[in-house]
């Protein structure tokens, strides 16, 4: 039996970020019953296709049902209504607007449903400005500071980056509603009671830099418009090896000794002071490290080096690509990977022993589930 | 029984963190703003590094400050038999255990999941460590850019034709934390539901591989491994960074034909309707560079807030790539509470950065920065482990209080 075998969840989200929220939420064994509009999830769009099918969808929907509901008519409302009534959770990530159109305002439902835990998912919270209700994950990336200070040491030249993929901010945004659902479903179990959970998607990316940022509210540390103000000014960066990438981040001088031996103590090391990086780690010393530690790291083999690493506890790692992962023995090891349809599933970052994520039904065919929800 | 009693939807749920530097105070943090009581466990000769970057002040240090909010602080020495023994007594009032010392370090101490399982059967502990907890590499430790290179975020976030060089170094500690606090609760619910306490064993590099899962589930189904690609968006165009005077950058999203021409009507491009370069979805993309050579003329002389705001009001997505300075200037987050006030152990207020829920009704009350080092000791020895005077005060001078 799962953690959330019991729990029903509508999910009226149509974005990656609300279909990621009611994924975790479907992995622990919650009902999710996914209303889809005429015409599908608009997520379904996103590629590549396979036999007509969109990986992003296949990916974030697993573990759910689907019902086509049309909305805009009142008898799909009727039925939305019904369905609130004996649900326990709604998911959802439109604008105030579209939620006031369709009567599913917070104060609307909260007086209607008051069991329910209703979890709203906006990029910047219910009280922003009227324009602020529509946002692209780069946008949220752009206004949530992470994409400025990337990557590292940016050059002015070159743009911001939104992260990896076209998705990024959604899962760190899906990560934080299903958390607080979670949360708020406990204690519907204890008090009977449901919840508002207003969710601000630049919140979320503002939150995951909480001791940098945090420094520079506090005046500890200079608030500037530089690219560089998120950056730990060590010799830390990718490096190429002979056949990858490698990525070092080093900090101490336990951390130096260990990275000169595995590199034979070379003469050029030594005119570095032993705690350089704790105490004398200027600028000019990190490029002066950097351009000797270059030749001798590209004449080493990755996971050959990295392993060496380890051994003396550098922070020396590989920069793992797909195929690396989907071979890697560790993620074997724990299962990451999860076979289900003939396709290969990434699963959770947990594992746990007594109720473990388990993917039991792949990504619903639109409304494939009428009658089982609907008798 | 609580410290104080702040609401919110984990009220009367207990966590003891043995916790430090990023990830695992990130994860506390995260159930102490849910209403959780965090109890951190410290001690003078082994504190969090958090509490030494930064300066020599522990009771000052910017780190530890900016992460802590609403943490209770207890000192327990581990290296103290005595000390450990304590340790045992607070695991068996507590819900959560949350450890992230490195792999094997609780073991050593005796407090592996089965012994604390036999202090309280229902006990849930999580743990965060690099690679997880066992297994052929989970001997491996490494910080939050580890973790962002091996888990797959890395090679993804690169400027086209560049070597990727990753998100920021500061990427990775908070994902993982996030993902072992949701763990934590979906393990609250199961005891909820059962009776039965759990491990939760988090692999922050599996966290971050959650954050490229459709990358990694494409790749396989086509074969085709995935690349860094810069800002590129295969569904919208155009997509992307575009330069904005006094170096700045703004982030434009166009999401078909029609918000494509409310942009080029909106920077004066010239019949941007007639290009045939750029009619379509499919001859943007074709032509991407080209229209982002186009575009980035144009928007390069304007300011990048202004034209944020013009674009917005034709419906097309737009924000400036947010500066620390543009973060701490922005009143929206001061007035929702993204940035708060809270009030130091150490008796300073200090703005700290909030959650990124707000919660009606009854959220939890978020007041207290972080805590002195053992500013809890008397709350939680002579109330949670109802120790007398005398006990609690050879606990101290025999150093496991300490």
């Known amino acids: 039996m799962s953690a959330l075998s019991g729990i029903t969840i509508i999910e009226t989200a149509e974005r990656v970020c609300g279909e990621w929220a009611g994924r975790l939420l479907a992995d622990f064994g919650a009902e999710v019953i996914k209303l889809e509009q005429p015409g599908g999830s608009p997520t379904r769009r996103y590629g590549p296709h396979v036999d007509g099918k969109g990986a992003v969808f296949a990916y974030c929907n697993t573990n759910k049902k689907s019902v086509v509901v049309d909305l805009e008519a009142e008898s799909g409302r009727a039925m939305l209504a019904r369905l609130l009534g004996r649900a326990d959770a709604l998911i959802d990530d439109h604008d105030p607007q579209w939620c006031k159109h369709l009567g599913l305002a917070p104060a609307n439902l909260s007086e209607r449903f008051p069991r329910l835990v209703h979890c709203q998912i906006t990029p910047f919270g219910q009280h922003a400005p009227e324009d602020h209700h529509r946002a692209w994950p780069i946008n949220v990336a752009a206004a949530g500071g992470w994409a400025w200070h990337t990557p590292s040491e940016s050059d002015p030249a070159d743009p911001p980056l939104m992260g990896a993929g076209r998705f990024m901010p959604d899962y760190e945004s899906g990560l934080d509603a299903a958390m607080a659902t979670a949360a708020s479903l406990l204690r519907q179990r204890r008090t009977g009671e449901g919840q508002f959970i207003d969710l601000s998607e630049v919140a979320v990316q503002i939150s995951r830099a909480d001791v940098v940022l945090g420094r520079v509210l506090a005046g500890d540390d200079e608030p500037s418009r530089s690219r560089r103000r998120y950056d730990m000014g060590g010799p830390g960066d990718v490096f190429a090896c002979a056949d990858g990438f490698v990525h070092l981040v080093m900090m101490t001088s336990a951390q130096w000794q260990g990275l000169k031996d595995i590199m034979g103590n070379p003469a050029w090391a030594e005119q570095f002071p032993q705690d350089w990086l704790e105490f004398h780690c200027t600028p000019e010393r990190v490029a002066s490290f950097r351009q000797q530690f270059r030749p001798w790291i590209a004449s080493q083999r990755r996971d050959d080096v990295t392993v060496a690493a380890q051994a003396k506890c550098v922070p020396l790692a590989p920069v793992n690509a797909a195929p690396d992962l989907i071979a890697n023995e560790q993620y074997r090891h724990r299962g990451h990977f999860q076979s289900l349809g003939g396709a290969n599933y990434p699963t959770a970052a947990y594992r746990m022993t007594a109720s473990p994520v388990r993917l039991a039904s792949t990504a619903p065919a639109p409304d494939a589930d009428r009658d089982e929800v609907l008798p | ?402």
């Open chain 2, 1 to 402: 029984m609580s410290y104080r009693q702040r609401g919110g939807p984990l009220a009367g749920v207990r966590v003891l963190a043995v916790a430090k530097v990023w990830a695992g105070p990130y994860a506390a943090k995260l159930l102490a703003q849910l209403g959780a009581e965090v109890i951190k466990v410290e001690s003078a000769s082994a504190l969090d590094e958090m509490r030494a970057y930064g300066g020599v002040d522990i009771e000052h240090a910017p780190y530890f400050l900016s992460q802590n909010t609403e943490a209770l602080s207890v000192r327990v020495n581990l290296k103290s038999a005595e000390g450990i023994a304590q340790l045992k007594k607070m695991i068996a009032v507590s819900d959560i255990v949350l450890d992230n010392l490195r792999p094997g370090a609780l073991d050593k101490l005796g407090l592996s999941y089965e012994a604390m399982k036999a202090i309280r059967p229902d006990i849930i502990h999580v743990s965060i460590k690099m690679y997880g907890s066992d297994g052929p590499l989970g001997y491996q430790t490494g910080y939050a850019p580890s973790f962002a290179a091996i888990g797959g975020l890395t090679s993804l976030v690169g400027h086209e034709g560049k070597v990727p060089r990753g998100m920021n170094i500061r990427y990775g500690d908070t994902t993982a934390g996030a993902a072992a606090a949701f763990g934590a609760i979906a393990a609250l619910h199961h005891r909820e539901r059962t009776g039965e306490g759990q491990q939760v064993d988090l692999s922050a590099v599996e966290a971050i591989s959650g954050l490229v899962g459709d990358s990694l589930f494409a790749f396989g189904l086509t074969g085709e491994p995935p690349v860094h690609r810069g800002n590129t968006h295969d569904e919208l165009s155009p997509h992307g960074f575009f330069p904005t005077r006094n170096n700045g950058w703004i982030s434009i999203a166009c999401d078909g034909d029609e918000e494509w021409r409310a942009l080029a009507d909106e920077l004066g491009l010239a019949e941007p309707a007639d290009d045939p370069r750029f009619t379509t979805h499919e001859s943007r993309c074709l032509n991407r560079s080209a229209l982002e050579a186009e575009l980035g003329r144009l928007t390069k002389a304007l300011d990048g807030s202004d034209l944020a705001r013009r674009l917005r009001a034709r419906g097309v997505a737009a924000w400036p790539a947010a500066s620390s300075l543009d973060l701490m200037s922005e009143d929206l987050f001061w007035s929702n509470g993204t940035f708060r006030m809270v009030i130091n152990g150490n008796g300073d207020a200090r703005p700290v950065v909030g959650s990124s829920w707000r919660i009606e009704p009854d959220g939890a009350e978020l007041e207290r920065g972080a805590p002195t080092l053992g500013e809890h000791d008397e709350y939680v020895y002579r109330e949670l482990l109802g120790l007398d005077e005398d006990e609690y005060a050879a606990l101290k001078a025999s150093g496991a209080i300490s």
